[in-house]
């Protein structure tokens, strides 16, 4: 069985998996970050023996940083966000948390004095806690084409999530990605796609919808984020979940929040050019289908806010961890193999991928 530790805090339900939040700032480096005092075995164990190995190892890619998950975000502290990071802890099976199973990767591996450490605080997790709901669909055999992930089972009856998918040789690429809510209507935040080969997951690398949060009437649809996300290294039979960190029926809010652009200026110069020249005529509001999948509406307004809008609308389809995966350069590419009616020349792609890259090196450079 595929479970990973749930913890409700404030509201509602929280989920779990490997990269949640951008904040900007990484946990501190030498306090336990409690908000509470710890109340239990497990959550002193936490404070005083694996929370100065997390952050003296882990704070500076997955504090916040677009270089990897942020699974160390303090939202409201470190302690919680990890507890409730989607398959970062398996209760069930301690021994194969993503916490000790990732390995060399771009940081370091733990030594076996530290995986102890860190095993010996997930089960006493294990021993604190009976498994509880995880906020996570199961996981599905995904077909070339539409595909529907219904969310009747984690907290929202009769809504779904939708997404056309393309199989390509280094991965698979979601586009049209949305959701409809059902009778209640819907509430979500984070969203977080995980792919499975057996029962091992690999989420999202660079969760793209860290940052969403929906609120949609009954019976309405809406896109998330930028409704396009490419997941690499998706072997041909993987399946396909998703976490939410929060779910229920909707509130009445109606809004949903995406990331902001940190260098709209350098967007201006580089990016804008290549956009204006070759996507405005179908994405700027003439092909209403075209519009609706990437809005360039405000491409052409110099103004502050124009240009804000624009970049955020043009960020959703970035893949700050790994550019290359991003949907803004894949969708043009003549030698993508991703499905679009626009397709560079060989000789004039490039051109366009110099100006996208340089303007997305600067966002990911940004504080």
């Not at 940190?262 to 804008?272: D, E, L, M, Q």
Request: proline residues 8%; hydrophobic residues 40%.
């Amino acid at each position: 069985m595929r479970t990973a530790l749930a913890v409700v805090l404030l509201s509602g339900c929280t989920g779990l998996v490997d990269g949640w939040g951008a904040d900007p700032t990484p946990p501190a480096a030498d306090e336990p970050d409690a908000a509470l005092p710890p109340t239990s075995a497990a959550r002193a164990k936490f404070d005083q023996d694996v929370l100065p190995l997390v952050n003296g190892t882990c704070a500076g890619c997955h504090g916040g940083s677009p270089v990897g998950p942020a699974w160390m975000k303090p939202d409201p502290d470190v302690y919680s966000t990890m507890v409730a990071y989607p398959h970062l802890l398996e209760l069930e099976s301690p021994a194969t948390s993503l916490l000790l199973t990732k390995g060399q990767h771009q940081g370091p591996a733990w030594s076996v004095e530290q995986a102890a450490t860190i095993l010996a605080w997930i089960q006493l997790e294990h021993d604190e806690h009976p498994t509880e709901m995880v906020v996570e669909t199961g996981a599905v055999d995904i077909v070339a084409g539409p595909n529907t992930l219904t969310l009747d089972m984690i907290g929202s009856t009769g809504s779904s999530v939708s997404f056309t998918a393309q199989k390509l040789t280094y991965g698979l690429y979601l586009s049209k990605i949305s959701v409809t809510a059902g009778p209640e209507g819907i509430h979500f935040k984070h969203p977080l796609f995980v792919t499975w080969n057996g029962t091992t997951p690999t989420p999202d690398a660079g969760d793209s919808f860290d940052t969403v949060e929906m609120d949609l009437a009954a019976g309405k649809t809406g896109s998330v984020g930028g409704g396009l996300l490419m997941l690499a290294n998706v072997g041909a039979t993987d399946q396909l979940s998703i976490s939410f960190k929060q779910i229920s029926k909707s509130v009445g809010t109606g809004t949903t929040t995406l990331a902001g652009c940190k260098v709209v200026t350098s967007f201006t110069n580089n990016a804008r050019p290549p956009l204006s020249t070759n996507c405005v005529t179908c994405h700027g509001g003439a092909n209403s289908g075209a519009t609706s999948a990437v809005d360039m509406t405000k491409i052409n307004d110099t103004s502050t806010t124009g240009q804000a809008s624009a970049c955020g609308q043009i960020l959703g389809r970035v893949n700050l961890t790994t550019p290359d995966a991003s949907g803004i350069l894949l969708a043009p590419d003549p030698a993508s193999g991703v499905s679009h009616p626009f397709k560079f020349a060989a000789t004039a792609y490039p051109a366009f991928k110099t100006s996208m890259t340089t303007w997305i090196s600067a966002e990911k450079a940004a504080p």
